[in-house]
Nanobody, 124 residues
């Protein structure tokens, strides 16, 4: 079992930066693929970024490439999402998720554990 708690969301202006954190409990954190998803009002949950268990491999959805960076610290059981040059279209609830099967997929149905989400609002 992995329990996830996100933090770091808030209200910012376009062009600002935020860093989201996701603290995980459980001894198996380091073996999980971790990902960030987001969901805007009236829209489906959308893949944002993922990182392999070792942290070596990372991937991003096209709309955030060059602006967002996912990272992890397995010693601290934490995954991060550094978000730079934020845009109003980045406004959403951001969720971290864990995949113990290490499928390394952008499909949310394959992620077994989810946090409660943290709101990010970007004003223009």
């Amino acid at each position: 079992q992995v329990q996830l708690v996100e933090s770091g969301g808030g209200l910012v202006q376009a062009g600002d930066s935020l860093r989201l954190s996701c603290a995980a409990s459980g001894r198996t954190f380091s073996t999980n693929v971790m990902a960030w998803f987001r969901q805007a009002p009236g829209k489906e949950r959308e893949f944002v970024a993922q990182i392999s268990s070792s942290g070596v491999t990372r991937s991003y959805t096209d709309s955030v490439k060059g602006r967002f960076t996912i990272s992890r610290d397995n010693a601290k059981n934490t995954v991060y999402l550094q978000m730079n040059n934020l845009k109003p279209e980045d406004t959403a609830v951001y969720y971290c998720a864990a995949d113990p099967k290490r499928l390394y997929t952008s499909d949310p149905q394959y992620y077994d554990y989810w946090g409660q989400g943290t709101q990010v609002t970007v004003s223009s």
